[in-house]
């Protein structure tokens, strides 16, 4: 069985132009705070302003939601080619086991998985796959930055920013338990529906409509 890392190679390049764009992004935006720091500096102390400096803060605020808007779109584009192929990939192994595949689930089950569980990759593939980069390449960056004004805040920030994952770590495993409550709910709830409709014909002529929907 493959695992999520190896589902991703097929991708990997368009997922890591994602994340160089992302981190392109976190260093414009410390650039930008430096310059708006020079703006304020030079405002306070009521110095001539440099047309360059503002064309500098607009060109940047401009850029970086375009650098941002194609880290997703990249994503995207990534996590819709590996959903299909793997999508591709269980209807061949379905179809190859023929019968044999009731002992793994039933109809309504495995095309629930199919569909709702494929679809559940997008998260990883899309966001948190390029996040798991760039949480560590920002909080690097703006160390780097804040330790040519003030060593110790930087030490401060390294020291802090392990508590992050954690919590990240945390909420993630409580939300793949909950996810696989609802992923398992799902696949009784389309089994169920599909052993409906295959026997809907036969309720109609036995007349128990009635009794069907008193369950």
């Known amino acids: 069985m493959l695992s999520l890392r190896q589902i991703v ?7 890591h132009l994602a994340i160089a764009l992302g981190a392109t992004a976190s260093l414009l935006m410390i650039w930008q ?15 001539p302003i440099p047309s360059s400096l503002l064309l500098h803060i607009l060109v940047l605020w401009l850029l970086r939601p375009l650098l941002l808007a194609a880290k997703d779109l990249l994503g995207l584009s990534a ?15 379905i179809s190859q086991a023929g019968p044999l595949r009731q ?3 039933s ?8 569909l709702e ?4 990759l997008d ?6 796959y390029p996040q798991l980069f760039l949480v560590v390449l920002c909080p690097l960056f703006i160390s780097v930055a804040v330790a040519t004004q003030s060593l110790l805040a930087a030490l401060l920030l390294l020291a802090t920013a392990p508590l992050i994952p954690i919590f990240m770590i945390l909420l993630g495993k409580r939300a793949a338990q909950a996810s696989q ?3 398992q709910a799902l696949g009784l709830l389309g089994g169920r529906f599909l052993e409906f409709l295959r026997g809907a014909a036969l309720i109609r002529q036995l007349q128990a409509e009635p009794l069907v929907l008193n369950r």
């Open 103 to 105: 002992r793994i689930a």
């Open 117 to 120: 569980q494929v679809d559940a």
């Open 33 to 47: 705070c430096w310059l708006l720091a020079t703006l304020c500096d030079l405002a306070l102390h009521q110095q």
């Open 107 to 114: 109809d309504g089950d495995l095309s629930t998985r199919l």
């Open 123 to 128: 998260p990883y593939i899309s966001r948190y």
């Open 79 to 93: 996590s819709q080619n590996i959903r299909t192929s793997v999508r591709h990939q269980l209807l061949q192994l």
């Open 181 to 183: 409550q609802q992923v």
């Open 9 to 15: 190679q097929s991708e990997k390049s368009r997922l």
